[in-house]
């Protein structure tokens, strides 16, 4: 869905923007300043979607059993021998 990925191309722009404009020199005209700033955020976005937002919505919903299985940590039953 395009919509999945327009909070992606939100963050990402302005930084790309600034960098393309300190990069440049500012001798950018904005059309060409906006083209190569869209052929830069949209596959941004698409990989932050993939590798991070999607991942951290669904996690969202996890109780502490479920984050238990995915990092394969042991489970806490009770209170561990004091340490010395």
């Known amino acids: ?3 999945d990925f327009s909070y992606g191309m939100y963050i990402y722009h302005y930084p790309i923007l600034q960098a393309l404009i300190l ?6 005209s904005l ?8 052929l830069l ?6 990989i932050s979607w993939h590798m991070i937002e999607k991942r951290a919505l669904a996690a969202k919903n996890l109780d502490l059993a479920d984050l238990r299985r995915i990092i394969r940590l042991p ?5 561990g021998p004091a340490r010395k």
């Open 1 to 3: 869905r395009a919509g």
């Open 23 to 28: 990069a440049s020199g500012n001798s950018l």
């Open 31 to 38: 059309p060409a300043l906006c083209g190569v700033s869209f």
């Open 41 to 46: 955020v949209l596959p941004l976005a698409f």
């Open 75 to 79: 489970a806490v039953t009770g209170p």
